[in-house]
């Protein structure tokens, strides 16, 4: 249901991609992004913009960037080959460790390069949301690292299913607050640190974690996390001897997918698929699947596509991981779906947690159940496609996850494999 | 006379009796879809200018009283197409102008043509958008321009006075001078500061000027008529419609230091 080009305005807006003038001044990537904010908020946003451009042209920063990637976060990320995948799956699997990477998840990456730059903006305090926790306990150790406080908003029912974090997130120093407004997932939280942004847009510094929102932000945060996509071509090409020949991450917002991707647009050889959430079933409110379901629309400062009624009500999502129960996405990932450079898939909540119940018996990683969305869709491509080799982002570790496993007894099958 | 030009008419006659504008806001269909054309021909005759609230899932902008208003309006059924189906049988002759504060969404949805049609054939003079910048307003202007509806721009503390100069002259019916950087409802109190400001924007803006944002008693109201055209009441009147003992009408005439 995404908006119609014509082939020649497709090559146009690859090109346009590939060439990095995207997103425009505007914050466009073509039709969609954009900035959708209370004007109170404007003002700020600006001063983002020009600052970031500035810091990230500048070579002091990147490499204080850098060198925090490499020291503290632990970059470069490992690329694992799992051969005991491959053979159930009648492939090459690789693996792309950003569960190895410092707190569990690529989300460090986005929350060090902002924190650094909060800091250099002159910013007084910072806030977050967090679905999964992942970016909450990223943003807290960031925070604590360049010395700011953090404030992070938690949707309610997100605060129960990921316990762990939220104590993680304490002891690295922020507050956490309970969001019980709205859906009170994902959602919910973004709506409250943006209440929170307008009652002090001059001190606050709002560290989105995702590849959403209004422009600079789907913009700032693909760059910080393109790291993940250029490592993995160089080991790819290192390794295997070859690029991939399809590359597969989990979508929710997007950021690791579009941190993964982003690079290998240029790859045309490499197929790239996002794999959404598929929840319990098709109907309204059953899934989080935008790009497979969504209609454009605006949500929280973005033109989008999105789960939405035919009044223009944002519906209810479901699934079974925190950190993609979100009925918006991230506006590069419409645009490279629309211009047919990327295609997505979804998978239920029954098809992830086999998958990661898979992966853990095969290979000893036990990813995050966002995660395992991806090893989901990945061995469904694989049974199709058969000897190829693929990439899969393994944005997570699922630790985060066992108050949620612990419901799901495994099956003997995995544990016997 | 355009639509949004019976709005500035409106503030301007308040001012000219020598008090400033009362403008109202009210969700629409909160707390009873069944009650919402009896409560708005009691506000649009008492205030001056009425704001209906289309109610959406996300009201970033907005304060407790506000989302709760939205959430219940949503659950009970109302939408923007129920909302103008039910404003062609307001009377709105002698009565208040009104405008729809709506996030964009449930605009973008109904089609921007078709919208400035119906709006206007219902009598609806202007529209505010709080998730709208200046930037992104042309397609959706634009459209209502051409059936005489007004957009308006709202303004706030964090604005630069270059940037509000360009939102004063953009602004159509009045200019929504938001009183603190913050969320609807607020009860702190007006912020400091809020006097020159607004003077500020009532020297430069050709149209009048209407201040919003945590507005909630008959010395407040007082206060910002000192400095501007008119005075935006919001959440208080929600609480006062949920509270259905109220007399509506009285409340208003309270706020402006009338004898209830």
């Known amino acids: ?417 | 006379m355009q639509p949004h030009e019976r709005i500035t008419a409106s503030i301007r006659r308040a001012n000219a009796s020598g008090r400033p504008a009362l403008v109202a806001f009210m969700t629409a269909g909160h707390p009873d879809p069944a009650g919402f054309l009896p409560a708005l021909a009691a506000i649009a005759g008492e205030a001056d200018v009425v704001e209906i609230g289309v109610p959406f899932s996300d009201p970033m902008a907005d304060g407790m009283t506000i989302q709760r208003a939205s959430q219940s309006a949503i659950a009970q059924g109302v939408s923007l197409r129920w909302i103008l189906d039910r404003l062609a049988e307001h009377d709105g002759d002698g009565k208040a102008p009104l405008l729809l504060m709506s996030y964009l969404n449930p605009l973008l949805n109904f089609g921007y043509e078709a919208l400035a049609r119906r709006a206007a054939e219902v009598g609806v003079c202007g529209f505010i958008v709080p998730d709208l910048p200046l930037e992104e307003s042309a397609p959706l202007g634009e459209a209502l321009a051409a059936a005489g509806v007004g957009l308006v721009q709202m303004v706030t503390p964090a604005t630069p006075p270059a940037r509000a100069r360009r939102l004063c002259e953009a602004s159509r019916g009045f200019v929504y001078a938001v009183t603190m950087t913050g969320i609807t409802g607020g009860a702190g109190g007006l912020p400091e500061g809020v006097a020159d400001y607004l003077d500020a924007l009532s020297e430069m803006s050709p149209l009048p000027v209407c201040a919003g944002f945590g507005i909630r008693s008959a010395e407040q109201v007082r206060m910002i008529g000192g400095h501007a055209a008119g005075a935006v009441v919001g959440s208080a009147l929600v609480e006062a419609l949920e509270d259905r003992q109220t007399d509506v009408a009285g409340f208003l005439r309270g706020l402006r230091g009338e004898s209830v």
């Not at chain 1, 810091?55 to 850098?66: I, V």
């Not at chain 1, 080959?81 to 986005?110: M, S, Y």
């Not at chain 1, 001897?241 to 399809?246: H, I, K, M, R």
């Open chain 1, 1 to 417: 249901m995404t908006i119609e080009f014509s082939e020649a305005e497709k090559a146009r807006l690859l090109a346009e991609t590939i060439a990095g003038r995207l997103p425009d001044e505007r914050g466009r990537f073509g039709p969609f992004g954009g900035r959708y904010v209370p004007e109170t908020l404007m003002p700020a946003l600006e001063r983002l913009t020009e600052g970031m451009h500035r810091h990230l042209a500048d070579p002091a920063f990147l490499e204080r960037f850098r060198h925090e990637l490499t020291t503290w976060v632990g970059r470069p990320t490992p690329l694992t080959e799992a051969p005991n995948l491959g053979r159930a799956w009648g492939a090459q699997v690789w693996l792309k460790r950003e569960d190895l990477a410092h707190t569990g998840a690529h989300k460090i990456n986005n929350a060090i390069g902002q924190a650094l730059l909060a800091k250099l903006l002159g910013a007084r305090r910072v806030i977050a949301e967090t679905g999964a926790g992942q970016h909450g306990v990223a943003s807290a150790a960031a925070c604590a690292r360049v010395g700011l406080p953090c404030t992070v908003y938690m949707g309610a029912v997100d605060v129960e299913r990921q316990a762990p974090n939220v104590d993680r997130m304490r002891r690295l120093g922020a507050e956490v607050h309970a969001v019980q407004s709205g859906d009170r997932t994902l959602r919910s939280a973004i709506d409250e640190a943006l209440r929170d942004w307008v009652s002090d847009p001059a001190g606050t510094y709002y560290l989105l974690g995702s590849a959403v929102g209004p422009h600079p932000y789907p913009y700032l945060v693909r760059e910080l996390h393109c790291v993940i996509g250029r490592e993995s071509r160089e080991q790819m090409l290192a390794a295997a001897g070859a690029l991939p020949d399809a590359v597969f991450a989990c979508v929710g917002g997007g950021s690791n997918a579009i941190g993964l991707f982003h690079p290998m647009v240029r790859d045309s050889d490499v197929a790239l698929i996002g794999v959404e959430a598929g929840g319990r079933g098709g109907g309204l409110g059953e899934h989080s699947a935008t790009l497979s379901r969504g209609r454009p629309g605006v949500l929280q400062g973005c033109y989008t596509l999105l789960l939405q009624d035919d009044d223009g009500q944002v519906q209810g999502t479901h699934s079974i991981s925190a950190g993609l129960d979100y009925p918006g996405v991230g506006p590069e990932h419409a645009l490279l779906q629309s211009i047919g450079r990327v295609s997505y898939i979804s998978a239920s909540d029954e098809d992830a947690l086999d998958a990661l119940n898979e992966c853990s018996a095969l290979e000893g990683i036990l990813p995050a159940l966002e995660t395992a969305h991806a090893f989901a869709g990945a061995r469904v491509w694989a049974r199709r496609h058969p000897g190829r080799r693929l990439l899969i982002g393994l944005s997570g570790r699922g630790d985060k996850d066992m108050p949620t496993l612990s419901r799901f007894p495994m099956e003997a099958r995995h544990a016997t494999a």
